[in-house]
């Protein structure tokens, strides 16, 4: 059959060409990955320190939009509308940075967080110190900090990094967690204060509702208007710098595809990881259905007792337990997913093995192959020339046939070992995180659904070519 | 060559390869673990020593030294790393064609047990109700709908099972489990507990079990409901498909017109000559899926926190409990070989040509 007259027939089934749709559309997110997602934050996938202004664990921007809610989105803020600098006219002479953001709030929840970052601080004997004003609408003013020293803790990260919420204490100092209480203390009723004790707060509520009795829980209205953040930084060794400063909204929305619990993009995740689920599943099937294919003839070339050896090494491989033994290999060699693709061809081989076997004994029956052998054809000629000749063609349906069975089995490698093994966000891997976090639908659906569309894809392309090529349907 | 021959012949070839296959899966498992395990000795034997100095601040260097070699001595035999990796293959080989099972590294029965038969025996039921009525409620179905489209092909029915066919081939089943979750056990409340989701998340049983039977086996129902779903979703299309091609293989015999032409009723022609025609191929595909998902499906039954046997596999993994993980493959290995030969041996006695075609190419 020639390329041409292939494609033609190819064109008549419909699955094909949704399936190549389909496909073209997976490459064309696995080939402009860089673009669509950048490329930084894919190699930082597991470095925490990376995703720190994030927020955690929020669904996607239009998420708002299916609930009917205006969700405040992520902002980070760099350039302030208000900036001194002055130096204090005493002997030591401190520097005194001052900055003034503005932020508009007129959502229907507050955001997840705020957070202060001074940036790339180089710092002498003494640590600089850091005050944090904010100015609400309703002209109250709530002092986050007011004396700040970078805590011992955080001296490596040359960072001062300050959450108002204290939800990321790993990296963000908590210490301002004392104050929007001290500021809700003022308005609050004493009952409601004792109530509150020992009960999870979102500050959030108390900085963005409207100062009165039960704020502390969220039941005042919410506050809208022009917020002034003020940051004053005071330096004290002439050599002290720093490169930037910072204002971070986390918004109760992120992105187009949400957060996960560290969070981080799932964009990026999903993007990236269909460039690896293709590389798994191309190679794992290629590979698998090419020695597959080959031994198969073979066997069937061969025939008597030859055959019955191959068959009986066949039967041995078809029989091991591939998941457990795949799992721990994983689990010990932690191979890259390029290895891991070798690793499952190495058991997955024998998927073609039978049919290709009957296939090529049914042809080497064939009267024109006996007509070859008694005109003297040599035993390979026979080989590449009849059988292979014929069988090759069907050796593409069957590795489309293949992709979806690898690419499941490694999406459930990574599911069960994810953490400890897979160190790029592949689709299963994420789902692994994503486990027990049942709620958070953003999280689960993406990847699951990424996974099912890659593998119809070359269903419905394998299930035309099986259609068009099968030697077996064509007689 | 005559039955009796054909079923030791068969026989003799299952035994090869079960030997083949614990061997290979033994040297796999050994190979692959034996890192780790030296981790796992070193770590106790530390342990130990930093103890054994607390407790005697006056032994000399010496007498920790000896210690230290003793313990370590112990462990390496606990682990069996006294041996060479040859020796233990074989041991292991052997133990497990006497059905010797031995005893977990770590893992114990709910009752205290460590021995890996009990672990074994104590999942094999959970996996096995599990499964085997997920799989029957499945094939109900499929050959249902199966029939029915091989009845109108081409109709929207046909076209339809194929289409879910397909997607279902290509849907993980531990996702659609983990969906299931989501929907059924969190965004869905209890109408009688607004703190509990309509089916619970995961398990085989409440926390508090009810010690009444009947409620308790309500309980246990409860708690099927949504694995048993999740594998009925992915798996039914897929029987469908696959039973409408068999059916339609069938349709084209020449039996089914000469039934046909007596005029018999359409009705009668399906059920009572193409489906009885077809129920060998359809029987043997109900067997082997139901004998080959006694090995338990291990990322699903982990979704579903299901104490069968996919998740106690797992758990050996994850513990590195070697006994448990070897005992795990050969139990499932052995099942599935017999079952593969039983079905063998009765094709053998029902259709003459499959033994035929054994003598041939065995001379």
């Known amino acids: 059959m020639g390329f041409k007259e292939f494609w033609e027939e190819f064109f008549r089934y419909k699955s094909g060409i949704a399936g190549l749709i389909l496909l073209f559309g997976l490459a064309f997110m696995a080939i402009g990955a860089p673009l669509l997602a950048p490329t930084e934050a894919y190699e930082n996938w597991l470095n925490d320190e990376y995703w720190v202004e994030n927020p955690e664990g929020v669904p996607p921007t239009w998420a708002a939009w299916l609930m009917g809610k205006n969700l405040p989105g992520h902002i980070i803020m760099t350039d302030p509308v208000e900036e ?392 | 060559m005559g039955y009796g021959r054909y079923v030791l012949f068969r026989l003799a070839n299952m035994f090869v390869v079960l030997i083949l296959v614990t061997v290979i899966s033994a040297a796999l498992f050994y190979a692959a673990g034996e890192a780790f395990l030296w981790d796992l000795v070193m770590s106790h034997v530390n342990a130990e020593v930093s103890a054994y100095r607390q407790q005697y601040p006056t032994a000399t260097e010496e007498e920790i030294r000896r210690f230290k070699q003793e313990r370590e001595k112990f462990w390496m035999d606990y682990y069996g790393l006294t041996k060479p990796l040859w020796e233990r293959v074989l041991t292991t080989t052997w133990n497990l064609m006497t059905f ?42 499929g050959i249902y709908l199966g029939m029915k489209a091989a009845k109108n092909v081409g109709s929207l029915l046909d076209r339809a099972i194929s289409t879910f066919a397909m997607v279902t081939y290509s849907l993980p089943m531990w996702w659609t489990g983990m969906l299931m979750i989501m929907v059924f056990s969190y965004y869905i409340p209890n109408p009688f507990n607004p703190y509990e989701g309509l089916f619970p998340s995961g398990g085989i049983l409440s926390p508090e079990v009810p010690p009444d039977p009947f409620l308790r086996f309500l309980d246990f129902l409860w708690h099927l409901t949504l694995p048993v779903t999740t594998l009925v979703l992915v798996s039914f299309g897929g029987w469908a498909y696959a039973t409408r091609n068999i059916v339609l293989g069938t349709l084209q015999q020449d039996f089914v017109m000469a039934a046909r032409a007596k005029g018999l009723p359409e009705r009668k022609v399906l059920y009572g000559h193409v489906l009885r025609a077809s129920s060998p191929a359809i029987a043997t595909s109900v067997i082997l899926s139901v004998i080959g998902s006694l090995g338990g499906a291990m990322i699903s039954e982990t979704v579903f926190n299901w104490p069968g046997m996919g998740n106690l596999a797992w758990m050996a993994i994850a513990n590195m409990d070697f006994p448990v993980l070897l005992g795990w493959m050969y139990v499932t290995t052995l099942i599935w070989l017999l079952t593969l030969i039983v079905i063998d041996l009765i094709y053998g006695l029902l259709d003459p040509r499959v033994k035929v075609g054994i003598a041939v190419k065995g001379t």
Request: aromatic fraction near 12%; hydrophobic fraction near 45%.
């Open chain 1, 84 to 475: 001194d600098r002055w130096q204090e006219p005493l002997p030591w002479g401190a520097r005194v940075y001052r900055w003034v953001f503005k932020y508009d709030f007129y959502y229907d929840e507050p955001p997840k967080d705020l957070m202060f970052r001074v940036l790339g601080v180089t710092r002498g004997e003494k640590a600089p110190l850091i005050r944090i004003k904010i100015v609400r609408p309703d002209e109250k003013e709530i002092t986050i900090t007011c004396n700040y020293k970078l805590s011992e803790r955080f001296r490596d990260t040359n960072c001062i990094s300050i959450s108002v919420t204290g939800t990321k204490e790993a990296r963000f100092d908590p210490l301002s967690k004392g104050a929007t209480w001290r500021f809700a203390e003022k308005y609050e009723t004493e009952e409601n204060m004792i109530k509150a004790i020992g009960m999870v707060i979102d500050e959030m509520d108390i900085v963005f509702r409207e100062a009165g009795p039960g704020m502390i829980f969220g039941d005042t209205p919410l506050l809208h208007g022009t917020y002034k953040f003020i940051i004053t930084v005071k330096m004290y060794n002439p050599g002290d710098r720093f490169d930037g400063m910072r204002v971070i909204v986390a918004g109760k929305v992120y992105g187009l595809l949400g957060t996960d619990i560290r969070g981080r993009d799932l964009w990026v995740g999903i993007v990236w990881g269909s460039r690896l689920a293709l590389i798994v599943g191309l190679i794992g099937s290629v590979v698998s259905t090419v020695v597959g294919v080959f031994y198969g003839t073979v066997s069937a070339y061969l025939g008597g007792i030859k055959d019955e050896i191959l068959q009986r090494i066949y039967e041995v491989v078809a029989s091991i337990p591939v998941l457990p033994i795949l799992i721990l290999m994983a689990a010990i060699f932690k191979p890259s997913v390029w290895n891991l693709a070798l690793m499952m061809a190495l058991f997955y081989w024998t998927g073609p093995v039978k049919t290709v076997r009957s296939m090529a004994l049914q042809i080497k029956e064939e009267p024109y192959v006996e007509a070859a052998r008694a005109i003297g054809a040599s035993g390979w000629r026979i080989l590449t020339k009849y059988i292979a000749n014929q069988v090759l063609p069907y050796t593409f349906a069957l590795m489309a046939m293949t992709v979806p069975g690898v690419i499941l089995t490694e999406a459930g490698i990574s599911f069960l070992m994810g953490g400890e093994i897979i160190s790029e966000p592949t689709w299963g891997r994420i789902l692994g995180d994503a486990h027990g976090y049942s709620k958070m639908w953003w999280w689960i659906l993406p990847p699951g659904f990424m996974i099912c569309l890659t593998g119809l894809s070359f269903v419905l392309i394998g299930y035309a070519l099986d259609k068009i090529l099968n030697p077996m349907l064509k007689r």
């Open chain 2, 100 to 141: 010797n099972f031995g005893k977990a590294l770590q893992l114990r029965t709910p009752g205290g047990s460590d021995k890996v038969i009990d672990l074994i025996l104590d999942r094999l039921p959970n996996t096995i109700l599990l499964f085997t009525v997920g799989d029957l409620i499945t094939m109900a179905i």
